[in-house]
């Protein structure tokens, strides 16, 4: 079965560190991009970050320069590293991409919450 | 960034109903287009790629148009089971950014 599953959220203070995981099974996550895309309580969907098949990483402004995307190959997991977390961080956070060419999301995450918060 | 937006935020239609949701590009993106529709608490679900390609296992009363700078999503008889947000994506660059949404509710 194609899924992903993330993990690693939950309740950080302002100015604190989180790790996301994204383990895939039935595909690879190196073979095309993937992506995280967060959803605030109440709100519409943002992109947050892409890292493509070749390496190369993108992110959205509001976290760029905090924010790193990677991947582990040999574990087929992908990453998100959250340093500085602030208050309008707190969001689902969900791990997608394309499983064929079409180039969209064809497959999501569960996602996970990331609250922050004194 | 390429900005998306879309239109009408908020849709109140009944069972039946012909639904139409535009999304306007700020700069052209080819036919690099996606919509996804969301229920509350659930992950978005991929409906159409490429504009207009249909998603494996999504009911044909779904349909995409569009090329350049504006698209469209059409439900052709909307039923109970449609009524969710949807949102369209650009993934013409490597800021796939979303629309903000539309919400079809019950009329």
């Known amino acids: 079965e194609v899924q992903l599953v993330e993990s690693g959220g939950g309740l950080i203070q302002p100015g604190g560190s989180l790790r996301l995981s994204c383990a895939a099974s039935?595909?690879?996550?190196?073979?095309?991009?993937m992506s995280w895309v967060r959803q605030a309580p109440g709100k519409g969907l943002e992109w947050v970050s892409v890292?493509?098949?070749?390496?190369?990483?993108y992110y959205a402004d509001s976290v760029k320069g905090r924010f790193t995307i990677s991947r582990d190959n040999s574990k087929n997991t992908l990453y998100l590293q959250m340093n500085s977390l602030r208050a309008e961080d707190t969001a689902v956070y969900y791990c997608?991409?394309?499983?064929?060419?079409?180039?969209?999301?064809?497959?999501w995450g569960q996602g996970t919450m990331v609250t922050v918060s004194s | 960034d390429i900005q998306m937006t879309q239109s009408p935020s908020t849709l109140s239609a009944s069972v039946g109903d012909r639904v139409t949701i535009t999304c306007r590009a700020s700069?052209?993106?080819?036919?690099?287009l996606a919509w996804y529709q969301q229920k509350p608490g659930k992950a978005p679900k991929l409906l159409i790629y490429?504009?207009?390609s249909l998603e494996s296992g999504v009911p044909s009363r779904f349909s995409g148009s569009g090329s350049g700078t504006e698209f469209t999503l059409t439900i052709s008889s909307l039923q109970p089971d449609d009524f969710a947000t949807y949102y369209c994506?650009?993934?013409?660059?490597?800021?796939?950014?979303f629309g903000q949404g539309t919400k079809v509710e019950i009329k």
């Open positions: 997608a991409g394309p499983t064929n060419q079409g180039g969209a999301f064809d497959i």
């Open positions: 039935g595909f690879t996550v190196s073979s095309n991009y």
């Open positions: 890292i493509y098949s070749g390496g190369s990483t």
């Open positions: 700069q052209s993106i080819s036919s690099w």
């Open positions: 490429k504009a207009s």
């Open positions: 994506q650009q993934y013409n660059t490597y800021s796939q950014t």
